[in-house]
């Protein structure tokens, strides 16, 4: 059964900080990954898709790569600012699972200024 | 666009109430999907379809009934709500196939059974 891990689990930098949040997963025969935000109490918002032939996908400031085989991608956010504070997933569709996406458990962020 | 919404936006049920949860979405999605989110446990798919007049279990369907009798409403229903059913419910809904396209998500049900 695929996992998905978000590390760190909670994460607060000063305001215009670089920042990179990672998530990995342990089957990596995947379709697609898509990073999304979710503010308090709120629904989500897709930011980011990565198909599986992908590498990476930018999105202004946003940054997603995708490394298949070793089961990792990172978001890099770049010249962070107070309004990205919000909690990140990561979810990822596999060969095995059908429509399903599988979440991981997520990175709330916090950007101080 | 509206994109996809969801009603209610809250709701409290005793133990052993019924009660039906609409998501509609006006994108001409073929995929919709109902999900759960609950603390440490993330996001788990309840049901899902993949058009009109059909749908399918998902990781967690036990306790739930779901009719997708219309193209742009996607319904999930509760017979006998129970405790472990509090949570906050998202609705999603994609083109076909979802493989190759994102999902979107509604603004959410928290739904208490008390």
């Known amino acids: 059964k695929q996992e998905v891990t978000q590390i760190p689990a909670a994460l607060s930098v000063p305001e215009g900080e670089n920042l990179v949040l990672n998530c990995s997963f342990t089957?990596?025969?995947?379709?697609?990954l898509q990073w999304f935000r979710q503010d308090p109490g709120k629904g989500l918002t897709s930011l980011l898709l990565i198909q599986s032939s992908q590498r990476e996908q930018t999105s202004g400031r946003l940054n997603a790569s995708l490394d298949k085989s070793s089961g990792r991608s990172t978001l890099y956010i770049a010249a962070s600012q107070p309004g990205d504070s919000a909690t990140y997933l990561c979810?990822?569709?596999?060969?095995?699972?059908?429509?399903?996406?599988?979440f991981g458990g997520g990175t709330r962020l916090m950007v101080k200024p | 666009n509206a994109g996809v919404t969801q009603t209610p936006k809250f709701r409290v049920l005793k133990t052993g109430q019924s009660m039906t949860l609409l998501c509609a979405q006006d994108m001409n999605h073929e995929y919709m999907y109902w999900y759960r989110q609950d603390p440490g446990m993330g996001l788990r798919l309840i049901h899902y379809s993949v058009g009109e007049g059909t749908t399918a279990k998902g990781e967690v369907p036990d306790g739930y009934n779901v009719s997708r009798l219309k193209k742009q409403n996607f319904l999930l229903g509760l017979e006998s709500a129970a405790p472990s059913q509090t949570s906050v419910y998202f609705c999603a809904s994609s083109y076909s196939p979802p493989l190759d396209y994102e999902q979107y998500f509604g603004p959410g049900t928290r739904l208490t059974v008390t």
């Open positions: 089957d990596s025969a995947i379709y697609n």
């Open positions: 979810a990822v569709i596999d060969n095995n699972a059908g429509n399903m996406l599988t």
